[in-house]
């Protein structure tokens, strides 16, 4: 993020909403690594958070006309971290246990 505020400050406008774009990408692809492998989702979701926070901090320094872009960006950084909680807090999937199921089938009482 301090590379796209540089960009910014200089008028690289389009070099710097290129960066943005970037670091989108690459947190999709955390969010994706983070909840296919269920493997460090609390540290991915607090860097979501941190670049999200950053890039809030960011476009309060900017020209109206150059925020949109941000905007969505800043929406779509919510959605992978509110994705990674809905992983981590969602409740725990049933396991059906076939070999309980045939032996109460199986078992005639009376």
């Keep these: ?12 406008i389009q070099q710097a909403q290129a960066t ?6 690459y947190d999709a692809m955390a969010r994706d690594a983070a909840i296919t492998s269920h493997g460090k989702m609390k540290q991915t979701e607090i860097v979501l958070r941190e670049t999200q926070r950053r890039l809030e ?3 309060r320094t900017l020209s109206v006309n150059d925020r949109p872009p941000l905007n969505e960006v800043e929406k779509k ?5 509110q994705d990674i ?11 059906r246990n ?5 032996v109460h089938r199986g078992i005639g009482f009376g």
């Design 20 to 25: 943005v774009q970037d670091i989108l990408k």
């Design 57 to 59: 901090a960011l476009k």
């Design 77 to 81: 950084l919510e959605q992978f971290r």
């Design 1 to 12: 993020m301090d590379g796209v505020h540089q960009q910014f400050n200089k008028g690289n």
């Design 85 to 95: 909680l809905d992983e981590m807090f969602a409740p725990p999937k049933k396991q």
């Design 98 to 102: 076939s070999h309980s199921d045939t």
